[in-house]
Nanobody
Framework: HVHLTESGGGSVQAGGSLKLSCAAS??????MAWYRQAPGKEREGVAT????????YYSESVKGRFTISQETTSPTWYLQMNSLKPEDTATYYC???????????????????WGQGTQVTVSA
């Protein structure tokens, strides 16, 4: 079992930035991801990336504003969030899992480990 620990959430005004971190106990799977869920809404995949640094995916709602990246020396990845909007307010979760078709952007599908979630609140 891979344990994930998130940090970096908080409150910010619209237009501001936050950086979320996710530290894993290992990279035993090939797809890292960030999801978010706002009250009363479905969970949304925000960004994904293969742990070998290849194909990266962003949802249309965050493309150009958010960046997923990873450490080169430890199983840690980040979500840099810029130009934040009130609609970005949600609980954000990191995830690590398997994805089989490495020709396409990954989406954790099997044997998924989840972070505990961190709240991001953006005020107008």
């Amino acid at each position: 079992h891979v344990h994930l620990t998130e940090s970096g959430g908080g409150s910010v005004q619209a237009g501001g930035s936050l950086k979320l971190s996710c530290a894993a106990s290992g990279y035993e799977r090939n797809c890292m991801a960030w999801y978010r869920q706002a009250p009363g809404k479905e969970r949304e995949g925000v960004a994904t990336r293969y742990t070998n640094g290849t194909i990266t995916y962003y949802s249309e709602s965050v493309k150009g504003r958010f960046t997923i990246s990873q450490e080169t020396t430890s199983p840690t990845w980040y979500l840099q969030m810029n130009s934040l909007k009130p609609e970005d307010t949600a609980t954000y979760y990191c995830a690590l899992g398997w994805w089989v078709d490495t020709r396409s952007p990954c989406s954790p599908y099997d044997d998924i480990s989840w972070g505990q979630g961190t709240q991001v609140t953006v005020s107008a």
